[in-house]
């Protein structure tokens, strides 16, 4: 018997090629794959640059409270400045007022006001910075530099000074994620100001200087002499590759007078 083609309504039914089927099957699926890829990625994307900073944003007003509480249940002690170190007895005085010249030898002891450390993860101060729009109203600062710390959008690394205080103290801050609020930090300028708010009162920096370093460039968080403000964030924008640093000297503050002579 002859082989011959099977006819269905007049047309000759044409033999189907396995190889193309799969051929197909392969590319359907590999199409399909590249599609949800793309929306798992999107969607991270979409987490990542806004649903972190919304519900750090929400979170503002939960760590103000939180601030408020912090500054009522802060301990303020003072340190008398001494002219010279080997004699404590020789305290610095200062006049009451510049416009009293009649007052004689009498005055104030210059002295060192201090405030007890935070919890790890309280919120306990406020930034400005005049320059930064988002920023202006100021962002709360938590103790600590820890992932859950930062999702605030900023955190005090713990082993510095506090704002305020003699030495340099270093607040971290994100970016591109969790409120950004140091996502325009290289717009600063040297000589603008930046405020920051403690038990104390409020503490006044002007920026000196910028520096672009590596992650692993761990001295700019080194004590310094006299009071500064190092504020750090991911460089460049939407990388972790390197880091951006400001660097503030305190100006104006309830310490700024002793720190001045104690330098």
Not at 38 to 58: D, N, P, R, S, Y
Not at 193 to 211: K, M, S, W
């Amino acid at each position: 018997m002859q082989d011959t083609d099977i006819a269905f309504d007049g047309e000759v039914a044409q033999p189907v090629d396995p190889g193309d089927t799969l051929g197909l099957r392969v590319l359907h699926n590999a199409g399909w794959t590249f599609i949800y890829l793309g929306f798992l990625t999107l969607g991270f994307v979409v987490h990542q640059l806004f649903i972190t900073t919304w519900f750090a944003q929400q979170a503002q007003s939960e760590l103000a409270l939180e601030r408020e509480e912090q500054w009522e249940e802060t301990e303020i002690s003072e340190v008398v400045v001494v002219a010279n170190p080997d004699n404590p007895n020789e305290p610095i005085v200062v006049p009451e007022s510049t416009d009293a010249p009649d007052q004689g030898e009498q005055g104030r002891p210059l002295v060192l006001k201090v405030e007890s450390a935070p919890e790890l993860g309280t919120a306990f101060a406020l930034i400005r910075i005049p320059r930064i729009e988002r920023l202006q109203e100021g962002w709360n600062v938590v103790e600590g530099v820890r992932t859950r710390d930062l999702r605030s959008g900023a955190g005090h690394m713990p082993d510095t000074a506090l704002p305020g205080q003699p030495g340099n103290a270093v607040i971290s801050g994100h970016r591109t994620t969790y409120g950004q609020p140091f996502h325009e930090l290289d717009a600063l300028d040297p000589g603008d100001r930046i405020e920051v708010d403690t038990a104390l009162g409020t503490h006044i920096y002007e920026v000196r200087e910028f520096r672009i370093v590596k992650p692993t460039d761990t001295w700019v968080a080194d004590p310094r002499e006299g009071a500064w403000l190092t504020l750090t964030t991911c460089h460049p924008k939407f990388s972790a590759r390197e880091r951006y640093v400001v660097f503030a000297e305190l100006v104006f503050g309830p310490n700024a007078e002793a720190i001045e002579v104690m330098s």
